[in-house]
């Protein structure tokens, strides 16, 4: 009889999935070891990179940035596929902007006098909580932050430089109509956490962990976009495999695995393979390994669903106990963006749209601009793409990004235009600002992400990213099943990297360690 290959399915064409297959194509299946199969559910390759265009402009919908270039695989990628020069524009290829309006409610220009300290203190806030300094500077004190939130840090932090500096909660009014000193500030200060909050995904800053934040590593380095798109990385990757080794539409709803069932003659014969994957579609796929790349946000709905659920991503048994309270434990979170095409009759008085950050009154107690939707007050700034682009990008995270997945785009348009209009009301502009177009990621109600990324939520721990990553079954925990065949199921993913989550540099590096796992199961490398 003869022997059938190994197959290795992965599940997930993003940028874990890819990469590992990438990986096993070339020092694997090259070497007649081992066959491989990347299913996913949706039409495209990427996951939650997606490269498009908008007003004429490369503009990314998902992943953006190459998180610092030193030593960073993707940069490396970048470079070799010249993917980092274009002659067409693209979103943020000036880099970040500098010098911003910062505007209160209602259209007050606040002085940077005012502003800088505040922003001062958040940074130096992060940069202690990140370890990247030993003191928050200016005789502030936090005491009781280990085992707390990074948002009870900066709660504190803030309480502190009042202290410090003798505030009063009672300010006279000085030169920005009914705000005094201590809301402005408060709302400045509110203003960096929403845009912190984009950064993580986490709803609320209190939702995160503390200690987590100084474990979480960047590449050193600038932060910079690439010129012909994200998309390019994973297109390059995948260009070294066969045709169909990729197949689109495929919806997973079920692995059946076998923890407990020893395997006898695993090869003879493709009904011997442990694992069975269910597809939406009616169809199955039998495997000996499969590496599982689908986001948390869908292994916790998995999780947390009922059996009768249809298209839910599940596995049959279910994952063992202590794999499901790391799951649930972790923290992952919505982050969407949203683009905006300025009207032709645009006209501040400038050349250029500025860089807008845009401080929202905070307290229930005051009185509020009623055009304002609620969905708005929590994003931080509004600013073009690049230097003299008309198209503007602002950013939203958590209950308002869901929000945003929800309204039209005639809706999104109209409160927008209104928003802005009122901050350019200030003496020496007309205050009109229109929009003709938009165009907003939706991750949060895709099926196949359910939102953007993970993070460390208190409760949580680094120790969680590392239980979710790994492969079962694990024989150390069903130790009546060390005769099992090993490597059933394994798993990739941003949130499987315990000092890279949440970016795609992360989930690459997780493809290429499950890969690495499988070619030293299969002694194709020394790893």
Same mark, same amino acid.
């Given at each position: ?278 597809? +939406? ?60 095409? +300025? ?38 700034? +509004? ?125 690459? +590096? ?18």
């Amino acid at each position: 009889m003869v022997m059938k290959k190994a197959r290795i399915v992965i599940i997930g064409a993003g940028m874990a999935g890819v990469t590992a297959a990438n990986k096993l194509y070339k020092c694997g299946v090259k070497k007649g070891a081992f066959e491989v199969c990347v299913v996913e559910g949706g039409n495209r390759i990427g996951g939650r990179i997606n490269s498009s265009e908008f007003g004429g402009d490369r503009i990314e919908m998902g992943a953006t940035w190459i998180h610092g270039i030193e030593g960073s695989p993707i940069h490396k990628i970048a470079q070799e596929i010249n993917s980092l020069e274009s002659e067409q524009p693209w979103e943020c290829m000036d880099g970040f902007l500098d010098d911003p309006i910062t505007i209160a409610e209602n259209g007050y220009v606040l002085n940077s006098s005012l502003v800088d300290p505040i922003s001062n203190l958040f940074n130096n806030l992060m940069e202690f909580a990140q370890g990247k300094r030993e003191t928050i500077g200016d005789g502030i004190e936090v005491d009781h932050v280990n085992g707390s939130s990074v948002g009870y840090l900066l709660a504190k932090g803030l309480e502190s430089y009042w202290k410090l500096e003798s505030r009063k909660e009672t300010e006279e009014v000085f030169g920005y109509g009914d705000w005094n000193k201590k809301s402005l500030e408060e709302a400045i200060f509110a203003m960096h956490e929403n845009t912190q909050r984009t950064y993580t995904a986490a709803n609320d800053l209190h939702n995160l962990d503390y200690l987590a934040e100084s474990e979480y590593v960047m590449f050193p380095g600038e932060e910079i976009t690439i010129a012909k798109g994200y998309s390019s990385i994973i297109e390059s990757l995948a260009s070294v495999l066969p045709s169909g080794v990729i197949q689109l539409n495929k919806k997973v709803t079920s692995i059946e695995w076998q923890p407990e069932c020893v395997m006898k003659n695993k090869h003879a014969g493709d009904h011997s393979r442990p694992v069975k994957i269910q597809f +939406l579609d009616g169809t199955s796929m039998s495997a000996d390994h499969v590496v599982v790349t689908v986001s948390l946000g869908v292994l916790k709905a998995g999780i947390f669903s009922n059996n009768n659920d249809s298209g839910v991503f599940k596995f049959n048994p279910p994952l063992p106990n202590y794999k499901i309270e790391a799951i649930s434990r972790l923290g992952y979170g919505t982050v969407n963006k949203l683009f905006l095409k +300025l009207g032709p009759d645009f006209n501040l008085g400038v050349d250029q749209f500025p860089f807008l950050q845009m401080v929202f009154r905070k307290s229930d107690h005051q009185v509020k601009n009623p055009k304002i939707p609620w969905w708005i007050r929590r994003t931080a700034s +509004l600013s073009p793409i690049y230097k003299k682009s008309n198209v503007l990008l602002s950013w939203f995270a958590g209950e308002e990004a869901l929000e945003l997945e929800s309204l039209s785009d005639e809706v999104i348009l109209d409160e927008v235009s209104t928003t802005i209009s009122s901050f350019f009301s200030h003496k020496g502009s007309n205050g009109n600002v229109k929009f003709d177009k938009v165009l907003k990621s939706q991750w949060g109600n895709d099926p196949l992400f359910m939102g953007s990324y993970s993070y460390i939520a208190t409760g949580s721990n680094i120790a969680d990213m590392d239980t979710v990553a790994e492969p079962l079954p694990n024989t150390t925990v069903f130790e009546s099943t060390s005769d099992s065949p090993l490597l059933q199921i394994l798993f990739a993913g941003e949130a499987t990297h315990r000092t890279h989550y949440s970016t795609t540099h992360g989930a690459y +590096l997780s493809g290429i360690r499950e890969a690495n796992r499988l070619l030293q199961h299969y002694h194709c490398i020394d790893v």
